[in-house]
């Protein structure tokens, strides 16, 4: 549907949805840019910070470490997040259902969670530790990039996971059978068929897993210990420069954004040009196994499952133990939850009001959103699409400083409100309902809209009587993951909370670093489970039409 | 008979394509119009800009005395069935053929009985509580044309509506369309790129190729005399055969290879080559005529298919009905081919239009 030259509804949609855009996305991000090339001794336009950072071995060598963690990550998960997809989609895996779900369930909880849990098990005074201690065994310390590197492994290997049983699912059975036919063996038809077919799905996966580590604070700020990554310096760099100005930590925002957009670029043009995916007619089929070979299959499987639950359990058993201030004494109590409930209400009050408001603006940001995209393929469309995945590559902390770098000052003053922590939420959790909103418009056949015109519904009426009640499912399926990672978003927050203005997330981090944590693993139950009943609020709306990733 | 209809110069572009080129169109009322063509022919194009879905970018479209340009997709009162049919998958049967009324403001009484009596005309009534996803391809067919003519358009337009639909099907709804368009008496304008389709419901066809309306007939007149060799290859089973035109004093003769020679009534002064298109049925096995042997005979129940290949080198189709003949001729035979100069067309070789 062309549309007309006259500013018609959807002409004011685009203004609007272009302006906010610019408002919360482009003018911080211009900002941020404009800073990181601001020398504080000139006051003048240079090169400065970026020398400044390729010279100095303690800056550009985070940059370095960022790769190694993250790449290793990658690689590591993808060693084990396709063997999984594997035997998950090919075999009978006992409780094949329940372990896909506890497998997204590691996925949505926040990493930094993770890290807290592997701390209280493997850490210093950590329950394992003290455990091979008591028996003369010195465990090698998990605090450093070791400690990282297991985090983001074990939290992210879902994505490698998920991508790859999608696109395995999706080849049809007769490509197989066809190789068979063709006299292949079936190590032979698993390397120089299904492998092929589905690696720009393990690349996409991967790509995601190395950008979600590359921009991750809270995990190498709490296990990393002496081992600063990037988003770590431009914390510190920006926390040190306070009451100053963000020069430095702008360049340092910059230069991680760059490396991740790199990576998503690059995998875009060499990935998108091979899609193999097709929508497969006859599924290929899952082979049943029996007795103890069964339990071989599925032995691997619920290991990984295991540990990557793991954390999530640690908080749940830690936040019912008895502490003081000296820590756990031993026994169970409700105490945590006492004290967070006469400290720490307000951060729960805003964790809850300011991720609700922000999924109202979402839901209707997303809807006419996705709607642009999908359904007027012009500039603007392009524009907001490109826009769109713009968040995927600005890490929480980047964000969080190029919207205070923007409105630190009159009349843009928005410094520690409620309205910079909404707006971050919105913006960098806006991607996933769009995606999902999308994503299922697109297999809305048009002519649906156009019968109601037809009979008489004008544009407006029809998008809100029938387009939008009719893409609901997909866009609320992609509500409730921009909800569960509002809900755990920390890494924005941490730069940008003020008094009145804390979270849950936040607070789990200062209580941590306070050690406090009773209390910590408290707030973290409240979130977990959180998380979990909105994640199977989720697969039930999406009926498994919306994949979480 | 008036004209209800009316398209003046119609223009679409797509970029520097011109997906519709400079069309004029006529259909009048109660008519059952056809654009056809194959795909890209811009016939959809053209149906689009009628609804109002595609901006006419140049000339005009009048319903009647009023002109259409400007006005509304939602407020020109047409009505339209989709090629997937475009049924609201939310709602039941009643319910989508009520919406169209209930965005009229039609009182609730009026929509009972008026959903009632256009699921009776396509014969659906007992479904009408079901949800779209427990019909079948057909019902959904049935129920798309009710609620578009539910609404009592002024015009009813179908963009391919029968191409998803099986053969057997196809022929089927193709009836019950036809039929409901004649009780109706609406003005009916029907896109299809299936020319059997086209030849068996419409009164007029209008051809369509590249953007351009290459002929408009009835379908006796399309396909008996088009107007160039595109449409004679596209409507039906043509043979091509290159030939030279001659002139004696009171008429025309065209020869094929030099053997074979008749005379035929062109009324041009044209002299040189030509091309004659004949259907398979317009040729005929004589004593005399163009010399070929029979390649392979296909029987086929009413008549036999035969693959000739004549002196000339040229492989053409000849049917001939069994009723008329007893014996299928053998693959091998000798036979002598004639033609009718009433039933034949012959083109110009340079332009392709047609010139008897």
């Not at chain 1, 939008?468 to 755990?488: H, K, Q, Y």
């Not at chain 2, 398979?280 to 086929?300: A, V, Y």
Request: hydrophobic share 45%; aromatic share 10%; proline share 4%.
């Amino acid at each position: 549907m062309k549309s007309p030259i006259k500013p018609d509804f959807w002409f004011w949609v685009k203004i609007l949805l272009v302006a906010i855009l610019a408002l919360f996305l482009i003018y911080p991000f211009s900002s941020l840019l404009y800073r990181s090339f601001f020398s504080a001794k000139t006051g003048q336009l240079s090169l400065a910070n970026y020398i400044r950072f390729f010279e100095k071995p303690y800056y550009y060598r985070t940059l370095f470490r960022s790769l190694f963690v993250s790449g290793t990550a990658m690689a590591a998960t993808v060693l084990i997040g396709v063997p999984m997809a594997y035997l998950m989609t090919r075999y009978n895996v006992m409780g094949k259902k329940y372990i896909h779900i506890l497998i997204i369930m590691s996925l949505m909880s926040p990493p930094f969670i993770g890290a807290y849990s592997w701390i209280m098990l493997l850490g210093r005074a950590g329950a394992v530790t003290r455990f091979f201690a008591g028996i003369g065994i010195t465990l090698p310390t998990i605090y450093g990039k070791l400690g990282i590197i297991l985090v983001f492994t074990f939290k992210l290997f879902p994505y490698v996971y998920l991508y790859t049983s999608g696109a395995m699912l999706s080849i049809d059975r007769s490509l197989e059978e066809a190789a068979e036919n063709l006299g292949s063996n079936k190590l032979r038809r698993l390397l120089t068929i299904s492998l092929p077919v589905v690696m720009p799905s393990i690349a996409a996966g991967a790509v995601m897993v190395f950008m979600t580590s590359l921009a991750d604070f809270g995990t190498p700020m709490l296990i990393g210990e002496g081992y600063p990554v990037l988003p770590v310096l431009v914390y510190n760099e920006y926390m040190s420069e306070m009451g100053g100005n963000a020069n430095l930590a702008s360049t340092l925002s910059v230069i991680v954004v760059t490396c991740s957009m790199s990576v998503l670029l690059l995998q875009k043009y060499f990935v998108s040009r091979k899609n193999y995916v097709m929508t497969a007619m006859r599924p290929p089929l899952e082979e049943k196994v029996h007795g103890l070979k069964r339990f071989f299959v599925t032995l691997p499987v619920l290991l990984v499952t295991g540990i990557g639950i793991i954390p999530q359990i640690v908080v749940v058993v830690t936040s019912f133990m008895k502490t003081d201030f000296t820590g756990f004494i031993g026994g169970f109590s409700l105490n945590s939850y006492e004290i967070i409930a006469n400290r720490l209400g307000t951060n729960i009050r805003n964790t809850y009001v300011f991720s609700t408001i922000a999924i109202l603006i979402i839901v209707f940001l997303g809807i006419l959103i996705s709607y642009i995209i999908v359904r007027h393929r012009g500039k603007t469309g392009a524009i907001l699409d490109i826009l769109i995945m713009f968040p995927y590559v600005i890490p929480g902390a980047v964000l969080g400083i190029s919207l205070i770098v923007a409105f630190n000052k009159p009349p843009l003053l928005l410094t520690g409100t409620a309205a910079i922590m909404i707006a971050a939420f919105v913006v960098r959790k806006l991607p996933y309902t769009v995606r999902s909103g999308s994503a299922f418009l697109q297999q809305m056949d048009p002519s649906i809209e156009e019968a109601s015109i037809n009979l008489g519904v004008s544009p407006m009426k029809t998008f809100f009587r029938l387009t939008a009640r009719l893409m609901a499912p997909g866009v609320m399926s992609g509500a409730v993951l921009s909800w569960i990672t509002c809900i755990n978003e920390l890494s924005s927050s941490v730069m940008l909370y003020g008094g009145k203005t804390s979270t849950i997330a936040v607070a789990i981090y200062t209580e941590i670093v306070r050690n406090s944590y009773g209390t910590a693993a408290a707030l973290a139950s409240i979130l977990t489970i959180t998380t979990a009943i909105s994640l199977l609020t989720f697969l039930k709306i999406s009926k498994g039409k919306v994949s979480v990733i | 008979m008036s004209s209800s209809v009316i398209i003046k110069n119609a223009v679409k572009k797509y970029g520097k394509f011109k997906a519709v080129d400079h069309i004029d169109l006529s259909i009048h009322q109660g008519e059952f119009f056809t654009l056809l063509g194959p795909s890209g022919c811009g016939k959809t194009t053209l149906l689009r800009m009628i609804a109002g879905f595609n901006a006419i970018d140049e000339g005009e479209i009048y319903f009647g005395e009023v002109r259409i340009n400007n006005v509304d997709a939602h407020k020109r009162d047409i009505g339209m069935v989709f090629q997937n049919y475009a049924i609201f998958p939310h709602l039941t049967v009643e319910e989508n053929v009520a919406y169209g009324l209930k965005a009229k403001k039609v009182p609730r009484e009026q929509i009972r009985t008026r959903v009632k009596e256009a699921l009776e005309q396509v014969q659906i009534g007992q479904l009408r509580t079901r949800k779209p996803s427990e019909l079948s391809g057909g019902q959904q067919q049935r129920v798309a044309l009710a609620r578009a003519f539910v609404i009592e358009p002024k015009i009813l337009l179908m963009d391919e509506p029968l191409s998803n639909l099986d053969a057997k099907l196809r022929v089927q709804m193709r009836t019950v369309i036809k039929k409901l368009q004649r009780r109706l008496g609406i003005t009916t304008i029907y896109v299809t790129h299936d020319q059997e389709e086209a030849l068996a419901i419409s009164d007029r066809i209008a051809v369509m190729k590249d953007g351009k309306i290459m002929q408009i007939g009835s379908p006796e007149e399309v396909y008996k005399k088009p107007q160039n060799t595109f449409i004679a290859g596209f409507i039906g089973v043509s043979n091509f055969m290159e030939c030279n035109i001659t002139k004696t004093d009171k008429h025309h003769d065209i020869s094929i290879g030099g053997e074979y020679s008749i005379p035929v009534p062109i009324s041009e002064d044209y002299i040189g080559k030509g091309i004659i298109s004949a259907r398979p049925e317009q040729m005929s096995f004589g004593k005399e005529g163009i010399p070929g042997r029979i390649m392979l005979s296909t029987f086929l129940g009413d008549f036999v298919e035969y693959e000739v290949l004549l002196s000339t080198g040229q492989t053409v189709q000849i049917n001939e009905y069994t009723k008329d003949e007893s014996l299928v001729k053998q693959d091998g035979t000798l036979v002598c081919i004639t033609l009718d100069a009433d039933r034949i067309c012959v083109y110009d070789f340079e332009k392709e239009e047609v010139i008897l």
